[in-house]
């Protein structure tokens, strides 16, 4: 067997080398170390090529997840605004009124309106910063992350259309759980997707409260989502996680294809299963000892010289 192997990039012809190291014995005897260099530059620029790919597919599938949410994001954004507006012109109205009469309003009354006014216009900033925390473009990047935080942020986004439908999102998780170590916006986009595609799944159905749930089994962390709708159809079950496959008449097929890639790249799993009762369960899995994300070899610290 191999005793090293490694990806080197020499500074004088310009390409990545895979260098593959083994002892061996000569034939005088003698203990000699056996190099193998095998040119990688093209493969290296096709990985490349392929995870720019990859990471531009799953920026456009939370820009449609947004998009399909325009609807529901408008109220969101309305009800604060509608709020500013009233509070600023019952202000004016007042001021306006009291110098007509010569008289003078309580610094207490205006600063009631203010205080309301700045309330409102926090709750419109943070729907704003949560839709653009969402769908800004940024390199994959794992950190430890807490669960709690992960699906805090999903479910901030996703009660937005859930409030619309009229569905209640019941979240259960543990108290304790261990950090993951993952990109959380990837994670999120995952969540969100899955919660979005349960709202949509319950539309008619009488019960209309909709659980997301983590647990902990073995060295892996479950998320949950558990929705009350008419389940999958056995028609599509074996199509669900293709490409550019959807059932929706809007859709374009990209969310359940891309969310299990992105689980699989965690070293997880994404499946779904029916519920007893009725609906459906999409549960994915998260190893809790992920380990980090290999560090690509620069020119600077694994450079041949010769």
Known sequence: PWADVREVYS???????????????????????????????????????????????QQTARLVTMGEMASSLA???NQPLT????????????????????????????????????????????????IRGFVKRSDPIRRLTDPRTILADSLGLAE????????????????????LNVDPVLIEQVLVNLVKNGIDAMRGAQRRSLVVE?????????????????GVPRAIRDRLFDSFYTTKNDGMGMGLNICRSI??????????????????????TLPVQAEPPPKNTTPESEAMKS
Request: charged share 30%; net charge negative; with cysteine.
């Open 11 to 57: 500074e004088i012809v310009e390409r990545w080398f895979e260098v593959r190291i083994r002892s061996i014995q000569w034939v005088d005897g003698r203990a000699v170390e056996l190099m193998v260099a095998t040119d990688i530059t093209q493969e290296r620029a096709n990985q490349q090529a392929q995870r720019e790919q990859h990471e531009k597919l």
């Open 75 to 77: 109220h969101e954004l």
């Open 83 to 130: 709020a500013i507006a009233n509070y600023t012109s019952g202000a004016a109205s007042r001021i306006r009124l009291a110098e007509s009469r010569g008289e003078e309003i309580p610094n207490e009354d205006l600063i009631d309106l203010l205080t309301k006014t700045a309330r409102q216009a926090e709750r419109a900033g943070q729907v704003i910063r949560r």
């Open 160 to 179: 937005i259309d859930a409030r619309e439908q009229g569905i209640e999102l019941v979240q259960k998780i543990p108290d304790g759980l261990p950090m």
């Open 214 to 230: 983590v647990s902990l089994i073995a060295d892996q962390m479950a998320f949950s989502v558990i929705d009350r709708g008419h």
């Open 263 to 284: 689980i699989e790249s965690h070293q997880g799993r994404l499946w779904f299963e029916d519920n007893p009762d009725g609906g459906c369960t999409f549960r994915f």
